[in-house]
């Protein structure tokens, strides 16, 4: 049985920064993962994807230059360092994994992961 538990969000000021985990249960090696994160009457959006084949991160451009995402296999977790936190990056954020690669550009739509966490908060205040 495949599960994603996360962990990490909290409650931070403008500038500050956060890490979020993410250890996968049943699951991680050829396994493509992404962050994704859902704000309060805002369609969920893809923050950060890694694919299976070890073939780089890619991440969306409200995010480049200030998330890192990454992933240690040896402890079958996720990551997201998330630095110069803004107001608007307020949401619950979910990791999301599929065994499947997704089809070419669609790293960001959440209808190509089968497996989803179950999220945690992450409030940043001006």
């Known amino acids: 049985q495949v599960q994603l538990v996360e962990s990490g969000g909290g409650s931070v000021q403008a500038g500050e920064s956060l890490t979020l985990r993410c250890v996968v249960f049943?699951?991680?090696?050829?396994?493509?993962m992404a962050w994704f994160r859902q704000a309060p009457g805002k369609e969920r959006e893809g923050v950060a994807g890694?694919?299976?084949?070890?073939?780089?991160?890619i991440y969306a451009d409200s995010v480049k230059g200030r998330f890192t995402a990454s992933r240690d296999s040896a402890e079958n977790t996720l990551y997201l360092q998330m630095n110069s936190l803004k107001p608007e990056d307020t949401a619950r954020y979910y990791c999301?994994?599929?065994?499947?690669?997704?089809?070419?550009?669609?790293?960001?739509?959440?209808?190509?992961?089968?497996?989803w966490g179950q999220g945690t908060q992450v409030t940043v205040s001006s």
């Open positions: 999301a994994a599929e065994s499947n690669c997704p089809s070419p550009g669609t790293w960001d739509s959440p209808s190509q992961y089968r497996w």
């Open positions: 049943g699951l991680m090696d050829g396994v493509s």
């Open positions: 890694m694919d299976s084949a070890g073939g780089g991160t």
